[in-house]
């Protein structure tokens, strides 16, 4: 029995890496530059970050392994410098999955605690990551890191899309990447099997808006670079969500009846909040779920 379970786990990976890089043939890399050293960089997955510079490229997330030479290629035209540090926003795969391919082309990977924590277990697939896979350097709290003459503020932001969210500043460029805090224009994610929730993931916004000004560039998790008005928008929108459904869980209304309501989201889903990944019921679901739960 354990041979035959192996050996679909086995097929499963096969089938579905095959599957994978079939997926991802005909995505194209979009670079758009924000500052005259930092950039974004679009494919498939979250947005990824770049400064580049005489000491070398600083980069932020990965997307997906089978993309990793269509994004290394990319950065070549950016610079010819080497490749020498990758900040993981958090551990989810459209934003590490490459990081043995980046660890291999140079990078020193760097993470929250919890984002170490989740590449080493076992992944949902029953794999394990490789050792090259996995940050080299972790923090709790906070660090500062000095390249390419700009100082980064490297921050994490607690129990927001998952538990171990990094929010990054570029002081000089002025540059807010969010890593999955922020979702520009949609629904976010909200991980909550990962130690996401509700009032954490409004935290970050908040945080985020904290350290910008009308002039920032903000890199969104996933989205179109966005400014402090539409990231001031998408916590309104949170903030919203969170007293109609905080108001029906007062009053006694059920899950279902929240699944169901559709007036508690029709104001953001006239705006087309629902149309990427969350939809409007998912996210109903999402904030049921994180607001019921009984407060420690």
Not at 153 to 182: E, K, M
């Amino acid at each position: 029995m354990k041979i035959i379970k192996h050996l679909s786990v086995f097929l499963l990976f096969i089938s579905t890496s095959i599957y994978a890089q079939g997926r991802f043939d005909n995505v194209e890399i979009k670079t758009t530059q924000l500052s005259d050293h930092t950039y974004m960089l679009e494919g498939a997955g979250g947005n990824i970050g770049v400064s580049v510079g005489d000491d070398g490229v600083f980069l932020i997330d990965d997307q997906f392994a089978p993309l990793s030479e269509k994004i290394l290629a990319a950065i070549k035209t950016l610079s010819d410098k080497p490749l020498k540090f990758l900040v993981n926003t958090h551990y989810h795969g459209d934003h590490s999955g490459g990081n043995e391919n980046m660890a291999k082309a140079g990078a020193t990977i760097i993470a929250h605690d919890n984002v170490k924590k989740r590449l080493e277990g076992e992944q949902r697939d029953g794999s394990f990551k490789p050792k090259e896979a996995l940050p080299v350097i972790t923090f709790n709290d906070k660090l500062n890191i000095t390249i390419n003459d700009e100082s980064i503020a490297v921050f994490h932001v607690a129990n927001a899309h998952t538990d171990g969210d990094t929010l990054l500043y570029f002081t000089q460029s002025n540059v807010l990447h969010t890593g999955d805090t922020y979702f520009n224009g949609r629904y976010p994610y909200i991980d909550l099997n990962s130690g996401g929730s509700v009032n954490g993931y409004i935290e970050a916004a908040k945080r985020g808006l904290m350290v910008i000004d009308d002039d920032t560039k903000i890199i969104p998790g996933h989205g179109k670079v966005s400014n402090k008005e539409e990231y001031k928008s998408f916590l309104e929108m949170l903030e919203t969500l969170r007293t109609k459904i905080q108001k029906a869980i007062d009053e006694g209304k059920t899950e279902d009846d929240v699944k169901a309501d559709t007036s508690l989201t029709k104001t953001y889903d006239d705006l087309d909040y629902g149309t990427g990944f969350i939809n409007s019921e998912r996210i109903r679901l999402t904030f049921y779920k994180s607001l019921k739960e009984p407060k420690s």
